[in-house]
């Protein structure tokens, strides 16, 4: 199975509250680059675990716009930037596993991304995520390891 751990795109942070921040015209613009860099390593998206955070669905929108339609998208409370980490990574595989699932990406926040990658990857610490940014994690049986951190910035000097 293939993991892409995404951060949401910039946000602005002038909203009623931190669930509330709206994305920047640039965290729009960064999420469609990450999206057709995804596009370019999978062919289909079998689930998309997104948080109920408003940046979160935002950036699900614009990915999603440059993509083939997922075949299960499931929004999980699990997955916002205070949860739990084990427990996300925890629900994250059974879902996985419930709708077997090759390609699963998540969509989510710091801290709590940095935090499941060292709970999937041993000894590996959790590492920062630029907003829009994507770790790669490939996962068989019970290894996983760790493929590679893609940013915007660096998709966007590719081109």
Not at 70 to 87: I, M, Y
Request: charge should be neutral.
């Amino acid at each position: 199975m293939q993991l892409f751990l995404m951060r949401h795109g910039e946000a602005g942070f002038d909203a009623p509250s931190d669930r509330e921040r709206k994305l920047t015209e640039t965290g729009r613009i960064h999420s469609g680059y990450m999206a057709n860099w995804l596009g370019k390593h999978v062919n289909q998206l079998d689930l998309v675990i997104v948080s109920p955070y408003l940046r979160a669905q935002q950036t699900w929108q614009e990915v999603s716009k440059h993509l083939p339609a997922s075949r299960k998208l499931v929004v999980l409370d699990d997955v916002t930037p205070s949860g739990d980490a084990k427990k996300a990574v925890d629900v994250v595989l059974a879902y996985a596993e419930q709708y077997k699932a090759d390609n699963v990406l998540v969509i989510a926040h710091m801290p709590i991304l940095g935090f499941m990658v060292s709970e999937l990857v041993a000894g590996i610490e959790p590492p920062l995520f630029a907003t829009s940014a994507v770790a790669q994690i490939d996962k068989h049986m019970h290894q996983c390891s760790f493929v590679a951190m893609t940013a915007a910035h660096q998709v966007m000097a590719a081109r």
